[in-house]
């Protein structure tokens, strides 16, 4: 069992950067793929990018390659979102999500957090 809090939404505006950290508690962190996904108003919920277990391997959605940059630390038990050249399409609820083995389908991850908001202003 594992429990996800989003933390570092806000207001930015278009071409800088923000910082998203889902800070996880409960056993086995290490054991876990940990994505991000995002769902903007009016579409469906997306893969943003994940990482998996030993943080070796990385998957990223064609829109943020090269934008955004995922990464996770076992020391504090977290999985970071550097998120850079926002553009107003990234504009989004995004959440935090884990999943033992690895899967790019939501409907796969077992735990979730609340979801923290990320606006872009043009």
């Known amino acids: 069992q594992l429990q996800l809090v989003e933390s570092g939404g806000g207001l930015v505006q278009g071409g800088n950067s923000l910082r998203l950290s889902c800070a996880a508690s409960g056993r086995d962190f290490g054991s876990y793929a940990m994505a991000w996904f995002r769902r903007a108003p009016g579409k469906e919920r997306e893969l943003v990018a994940v990482i998996n277990w030993d943080g070796g391997t990385m998957h990223y959605a064609g829109s943020v390659k090269g934008r955004f940059t995922i990464a996770r630390d076992y020391a504090r038990n977290t999985v970071d979102l550097q998120m850079d050249s926002l553009k107003p399409e990234d504009t989004a609820v995004y959440y935090c999500?884990?999943?033992?083995?690895?899967?790019?389908?939501?409907?796969?991850?077992?735990?979730w957090g609340q979801g923290t908001q990320v606006t872009v202003a043009s």
């Open positions: 999500a884990a999943v033992q083995g690895w899967s790019l389908t939501a409907t796969s991850y077992d735990f």
